[in-house]
């Protein structure tokens, strides 16, 4: 009772924060603003959203199936929904520096007993590793010049 009383309460608070976030973002539409929204959606092709949203979502399940690969050449077994859903909440986590790919191995551990290591060696190998040679010239570019150019000149 109390993990379904915990669960709720989740659900609660996000839900509230979604709408602080939906009025936020519209508590200072003039009326004149409403009616071009509202006229904006009468007037909308919502058919084009068809082949964009299979399209999104074929490739998001791609991405899935080539994570669940990986998953599985580690010795571990893991569902395709669970891959599925696990890359769809990490797209939404992606807030900060690779967040996402943290949470996504945090949710796969959880959902199918798969050690947070084996997630946390994937992401290192396919997401962080390519980055660090960029980002180690990045920080020597930033360090300060300690010789004098004109220096043969004087």
């Known amino acids: 009772m109390k993990k379904k ?20 973002s519209v508590k200072n539409m003039t009326r004149q603003d409403w009616i071009k929204l509202e006229d904006s959606l009468h007037r909308a092709n ?8 299979g399209l999104l979502l074929a490739s998001h399940w791609l991405r899935a199936l080539r994570w669940r690969q990986l998953i599985v050449s580690m010795g571990y077994k893991t569902s395709i929904l669970n891959c599925f859903l696990a890359v769809m909440i990490g797209y939404f986590a992606n807030i900060g520096a690779r967040l996402g790919e943290v949470l996504k191995c945090t949710i796969i551990a959880r959902y199918d007993k798969v050690p ?3 997630g946390r060696h994937h992401c290192s190998r396919t997401r962080l590793r390519p980055h660090l040679p960029a980002e180690c010239l990045r920080a020597y570019a930033d360090l ?10 004087r």
């Open 5 to 24: 009383l915990l669960v709720l309460l989740q659900y609660v608070f996000f839900a509230a924060l979604a709408a602080f976030f939906v009025w936020l």
């Open 46 to 53: 919502y058919w084009l959203l068809v082949p964009v949203l």
């Open 116 to 118: 947070r290591q084996a």
């Open 144 to 153: 300060p010049v300690r010789c004098d150019p004109l220096a043969h000149c």
